[in-house]
């Protein structure tokens, strides 16, 4: 779970970066509206989504009419259907016209993740598994795109690169074997989780006794995946990853792994259909 204080960070960075390079030096086109207008809008969903990003698209209102009133007419990863209204708008004109484009880009590119998160998280639902999400994220948006995660249904892998360990093949040659890789990292960073890659059962035997907290099984069989389960029972936790999809995740959540990474959380969703409307 993504620390508040961590998460109203990348929340204020993510509007400041947005603005910023939308607005530049002034919104000439809202210019064209009487200064102190006040206008009513809604913001409406043109297809079924799960809607993620209601802090950060406040947050680019409020930043632009601080006195701006928001009225939700949905709470944070409700599911909505076609033509829902999301949200009712009452403020400046200007600001409600400067604001549109950015923080439904939020909304947008959030609900997309959380969209699919839970579509996937249903297709595993009673197996026990978590799913997770990888690195794979569009840069700059690491923090919001693994909140909109959560918001979904599924669960965080480390946040980055400094949180916890992730022993690949390149470090493994590197260090010069599995348990040299393994015991090079706890010395390195005690307390912090280390996770080995393997591609083989040969691999899995050496990061089980090299004692690994998480165990990658990197393209495994079906086969494969359920005697590393057999083996690793009690030991440790197992990760399946690599070419997983919707035809693929019930199985493989089926023979018992404990997690399973998909790299599509985040890097391939379609944005959610939003559009604003003046009353």
Same mark, same amino acid.
Not at 9 to 23: G, K, P, Q
Not at 161 to 168: H, P, R, S, T, V
Not at 261 to 273: H, N, P, Q, R
């Given at each position: 779970?993504?620390?508040?204080? *961590?998460?109203?960070?990348? +929340?204020?960075?993510? *509007?400041?970066?947005? @603005? ?7 919104? +000439? ?34 930043? @632009? ?41 939020? +909304?947008?590119?959030? !609900? !997309? ?10 297709? *595993?639902?009673? =197996? ?5 999400? =990888? ?14 995660? =959560? ?17 690949? %093949? ?14 090079? /990292? ?10 080995? %890659?393997? %591609? ?6 050496? /990061? ?40 693929? @995740?019930?199985?493989?959540?089926? =023979? ?24």
């Amino acid at each position: 779970m993504i620390d508040s204080d *961590v998460l109203a960070e990348a +929340i204020r960075l993510n *509007v400041d970066a947005a @603005l910023a390079e939308d607005i530049g030096d002034g919104d +000439i086109t809202a210019q064209l509206i009487p200064e102190h207008r006040i206008s009513t809008a809604r913001i409406i969903s043109r297809e079924p989504a799960v809607i993620c990003g209601m802090a950060w698209a406040e947050a680019v209102f409020r930043r @632009l009419d601080p006195n701006v009133r928001i009225q939700w007419q949905i709470n944070e990863g409700d599911r909505v259907v076609e033509n829902q209204c999301i949200v009712i708008l009452e403020g400046n004109s200007r600001a409600l016209l400067t604001a549109e484009r950015t923080a439904m880009n939020f +909304i947008q590119t959030l !609900s !997309s993740t959380s969209t699919v998160c839970r579509a996937l998280s249903d297709l *595993v639902e009673g =197996t026990g598994v978590k799913l997770l999400d =990888t690195r794979k994220t569009l840069p700059g948006l690491r923090i919001a795109l693994k909140y909109a995660v =959560t918001v979904g249904g599924c669960f965080n892998h480390r946040i980055g690169l400094y949180d916890a360990f992730l022993i690949k %093949e390149n470090h493994i040659n590197a260090c010069g074997s599995i348990e040299a890789s393994v015991a090079a /990292a706890r010395s390195l960073a005690p307390g912090k989780p280390v996770e080995v %890659e393997v %591609e083989t059962l040969d691999e899995l035997d050496q /990061a089980l006794a090299a004692r690994a907290d998480v165990i990658m099984l990197d393209n495994f069989s079906l086969d494969d995946m359920r005697t590393a389960v057999g083996r690793s029972r009690g030991i440790t936790k197992l990760e399946a990853s690599g070419g997983i999809n919707e035809r693929t @995740l019930r199985p493989i959540a089926e =023979t018992g792994v404990d997690y399973i990474s998909i790299g599509a959380l985040t890097k391939d969703c379609k944005a959610v259909d939003l559009s604003m409307r003046f009353d």
